[in-house]
C-alpha cells in the first residue's frame, strides 16, 4: 500500500505540470469569455489528469491521497508565484502589447492566440472603435484588455467642450491578414483602384503587406502593416 500511495503522489505531480503546461500553452482567457467548447476541453483535461494521477487502480484512499498531494502543489504555487518573480513570470507569463501608437503588432497578436475580429470585439467592449485612437492596448495575464487612448482622444463631453457634435462612422474593415474583403470594400463606396492609391500613399505597394486596414472617420483609410521578420 505505501508503494501505491508513494506512486499516486508521483502521479499527481506530473498531471498538475502537465495541466499547467497545457493552460500555459493554450493561452490566456477570461473566466467570463469561456466558450462552450472551451468549458468541454476543461472537463476533458480535468478527466485525464484523474486518470493519470490515479492510474488503472483507484480507491478512497488514493483519491484522498491524490486531493491531498494537489492541494499541497498548489499552496506551493501560490507561494513561489508570490516570493518569486522568475517562477510568475513563468507560471503567468508577462502582458502583451497588441497595440502600440496606433499600430496593430501582428507578431504579437499571433503570441496572445488573438485574431484581429477578436481585438476589435474587445476594444468597442472599451467603447473603442478606431484603432487609430489607441496609444497602447495591452492584453493582460488574466486576458482582460487595458487601453490608453492617445491623449487627443480622451473623450470629451459635448457639454464640456460646447462644439457640436458630428454623426459617427462605424469602421469598416477592408483587409485583414493581408486579404481584401470585398464585400466591405464595396459597402464602403470604394474600389480596389482608390484602395491601391490610399495604400501607396501610406507606404505599401499591395493588400499583402498590410496587417489590417479600415475605412472610419472621414472617409479615410487606416493602415497597419505587417510587422518586419
Same mark, same amino acid.
Given at each position: *500500500?505505501?508503494?501505491?500511495?508513494? =506512486? /499516486? =503522489?508521483?502521479?499527481? =505531480?506530473?498531471?498538475?505540470?502537465?495541466?499547467?503546461?497545457?493552460?500555459? +500553452?493554450i493561452g490566456r482567457k477570461l473566466i467570463s469569455r469561456i466558450t462552450f467548447f472551451?468549458?468541454?476541453?476543461? =472537463?476533458?483535461?480535468?478527466?485525464?489528469?484523474?486518470?493519470?494521477? @490515479?492510474?488503472?487502480?483507484?480507491s478512497p484512499l488514493l483519491g484522498i491521497v491524490s486531493a491531498g498531494t494537489i492541494t499541497?502543489?498548489? @499552496? @506551493? /504555487?501560490? *507561494?513561489l508565484n508570490l516570493k518569486s518573480s522568475w517562477f510568475r513570470k513563468m507560471e503567468e507569463g508577462e502582458p502583451i502589447?497588441?497595440? !502600440?501608437?496606433?499600430?496593430?503588432?501582428? !507578431?504579437?497578436l499571433s503570441r496572445a492566440k488573438i485574431s484581429v475580429s477578436k481585438l476589435m470585439m474587445l476594444l468597442r467592449e472599451k467603447n473603442v472603435f478606431y484603432v487609430e485612437d489607441v496609444d497602447y492596448?495591452?492584453?493582460?495575464?488574466?486576458g482582460h484588455l487595458s487601453v490608453l487612448l492617445k491623449p487627443d482622444r480622451v473623450p470629451v463631453t459635448a457639454g464640456e467642450s460646447k462644439i457640436p457634435k458630428s454623426e459617427?462612422?462605424?469602421?469598416?474593415?477592408?483587409?485583414?491578414?493581408?486579404?481584401?474583403?470585398?464585400?466591405?470594400?464595396? +459597402?464602403?463606396?470604394?474600389?480596389? @483602384?482608390?484602395?491601391q492609391k490610399q495604400l501607396q +500613399?501610406?507606404?505599401a505597394d499591395s493588400p499583402e503587406q498590410v496587417f489590417y486596414a479600415s475605412v472610419g472617420k472621414g472617409d479615410t483609410l487606416f493602415v497597419s502593416k505587417f510587422q518586419a521578420r
Open positions: *500500500m505505501v508503494q501505491k500511495i508513494a =506512486v /499516486t =503522489v508521483l502521479r499527481s =505531480v506530473i498531471a498538475y505540470v502537465f495541466l499547467l503546461f497545457l493552460g500555459r +500553452s472551451d468549458f468541454i476541453i476543461g =472537463v476533458i483535461l480535468g478527466s485525464l489528469a484523474v486518470r493519470i494521477s @490515479l492510474g488503472p487502480e483507484s499541497c502543489l498548489v @499552496l @506551493l /504555487t501560490d *507561494m502589447f497588441l497595440i !502600440q501608437k496606433g499600430r496593430l503588432l501582428d !507578431q504579437n492596448a495591452v492584453i493582460e495575464n488574466d459617427n462612422d462605424f469602421p469598416a474593415d477592408i483587409i485583414v491578414d493581408g486579404k481584401i474583403i470585398p464585400e466591405n470594400l464595396k +459597402s464602403s463606396c470604394h474600389d480596389q @483602384l482608390w484602395l +500613399s501610406q507606404g
